[in-house]
T-cell receptor
Framework: DTGVSQNPRHKITKRGQNVTFRCDPISEHNRLYWYRQTLGQGPEFLTY????????KSRLLSDRFSAERPKGSFSTLEIQRTEQGDSAMYLC????????????FGPGTRLTVL | QKEVEQNSGPLSVPEGAIASLNCTYSDRGSQSFFWYRQYSGKSPELIMSIYSNGDKEDGRFTAQLNKASQYVSLLIRDSQPSDSATYLC????????????FGAGTRLFVKA
């Protein structure tokens, strides 16, 4: 499978715990995006990488959220001290700039905070 | 005011009809616009991208952009039940697709 992959697909955690999600983009893609989507809403931009550089982080993202993309390959999104309001689908997408801005989405990680 | 606004629907059309989906955006700096389709429980997939004023056609889909009116639309001709999904409109400040802002989506039902 050469598409974007995300792990785990589902995560249930208790409030206050830390969670980490992984995204593996399409291999030649240099841009990687993280989004959060709740029921009935469109994906909400969280952060964006060009290669290993994190170029923008949403002002809506609290300090409990951090993302990394070491060596410009896979990326991780960590949420510290989870809250019930963090329950959502976390989507990763990748694209190859500048030849195309088509973002290919992964299947997402569904987080449930109890 | 939301940056990208869509009617949440649901929009219901009979099979074979034209479905018309609309979107407005507030950021005049937006240069690139996208329509994504999202089936229930799945991730979004790109249908069309449009950058210039006017129409862009791809098979049964036509995207229309009017930057003066800050308006984007998607027409689906010969609608099929398999087109039933949520359609997400998105905009980006440059042609690189950087920081894409999505609308909440319009649910489309195509009745057989």
């Amino acid at each position: 499978d050469t598409g974007v992959s995300q792990n785990p697909r589902h995560k249930i955690t208790k409030r206050g715990q830390n969670v980490t999600f992984r995204c593996d983009p399409i291999s030649e893609h240099n841009r990687l995006y993280w989004y959060r989507q709740t029921l009935g809403q469109g994906p909400e931009f969280l952060t964006y990488f060009q290669n290993e550089a994190q170029l923008e982080k949403s002002r809506l993202l609290s300090d409990r959220f951090s993302a990394e993309r070491p060596k410009g390959s896979f990326s991780t999104l960590e949420i510290q001290r989870t809250e019930q309001g963090d329950s959502a689908m976390y989507l990763c997408a990748s694209s190859f700039a500048p030849s195309t801005d088509t973002q290919y989405f992964g299947p997402g990680t569904r987080l449930t905070v109890l | 005011q939301k940056e990208v606004e869509q009617n949440s629907g649901p929009l219901s059309v009979p099979e074979g009809a034209i479905a018309s989906l609309n979107c407005t955006y507030s950021d005049r700096g937006s240069q690139s616009f996208f329509w994504y389709r999202q089936y229930s429980g799945k991730s979004p997939e790109l249908i069309m991208s449009i950058y210039s004023n006017g129409d862009k056609e791809d098979g049964r889909f036509t995207a229309q952009l009017n930057k003066a009116s800050q308006y984007v639309s998607l027409l689906i001709r010969d609608s099929q039940p398999s087109d039933s999904a949520t359609y997400l409109c998105a905009g980006s400040p440059n042609t690189g697709g950087f920081k894409t802002i999505f609308g909440a989506g319009t649910r489309l039902f195509v009745k057989a």
